[in-house]
T-cell receptor, first 110, second 110 residues
Framework: GQQLNQSPQSMFIQEGEDVSMNCTSS?????WLWYKQDPGEGPVLLIA?????ELTSNGRLTAQFGITRKDSFLNISASIPSDVGIYFC??????????FGSGTRLLVRP | SQTIHQWPATLVQPVGSPLSLECTVE??????LYWYRQAAGRGLQLLFY??????ISSEVPQNLSASRPQDRQFILSSKKLLLSDSGFYLC?????????FGSGTRLTVV
């Protein structure tokens, strides 16, 4: 079945540093989504990407939909302590199924 | 506005007991509905999805079943729970854009 490879698995960074994480897939997706999940809660949508090559920002977050439609990255600039959490990429196929990556756990050192 | 309700928030059930988790959506019609399971520290695994009333697709063979008796109601069930059914269960909906998740049900089978 479809699988997403998300990396890195975890990151422990200093406050103020930039963060980059990415996802690759063996399948083409029509939409790429990035979510953040805090402990004990459901994922919250951060950025949605609908076109190959699209680059979208949401505050300090920037994400891109790869030209091949098989990859996406998320950057967080000037990290702050509240950025702590697990970040998931997800690809949506033509039948609206959403397949998730395994997550990137981000820890920020004040 | 569109909202998604999921209950209960937490549940502790003995092995062999039945299960019924309910998810309802408000403020939209004919949504695609999904059930995901998340094991501790892991990504989200798609269990079932539904594109309409009584139209259910199963992604993973397992001890669970799903039903959609009404357009905006999605129910996850089991006749006899196993220890391996423990996890964080999330309901989600979409009408073609990004998914919106419920707040989740943490199920512990003892």
């Amino acid at each position: 079945g479809q699988q997403l490879n998300q990396s890195p698995q975890s990151m422990f960074i200093q406050e103020g540093e930039d963060v980059s994480m990415n996802c690759t897939s063996s399948s083409i997706f029509n939409t790429w989504l990035w979510y953040k999940q805090d402990p004990g809660e459901g994922p919250v949508l951060l950025i949605a990407l609908y076109k190959a090559g699209e680059l979208t920002s949401n505050g300090r977050l920037t994400a891109q939909f790869g030209i091949t439609r098989k990859d996406s990255f998320l950057n967080i600039s000037a990290s702050i302590p509240s950025d702590v959490g697990i970040y998931f990429c997800a690809g949506m196929d033509s039948s609206y199924k959403l397949i998730f990556g395994s997550g990137t756990r981000l820890l920020v050192r004040p | 506005s569109q909202t998604i309700h999921q209950w209960p928030a937490t549940l502790v059930q003995p092995v062999g007991s039945p299960l019924s988790l309910e998810c309802t959506v408000e403020g939209t019609s004919n949504p695609n509905l999904y059930w995901y399971r998340q094991a501790a520290g892991r990504g989200l695994q798609l269990l079932f999805y539904s594109i309409g009333i009584d139209q259910i697709s199963s992604e993973v063979p397992q001890n669970l079943s799903a039903s959609r008796p009404q357009d905006r109601q999605f129910i996850l069930s089991s006749k006899k729970l196993l220890l391996s059914d423990s996890g964080f269960y999330l309901c989600a909906w979409t009408t073609g854009g990004g998914y919106t998740f419920g707040s989740g049900t943490r199920l512990t089978v003892v």
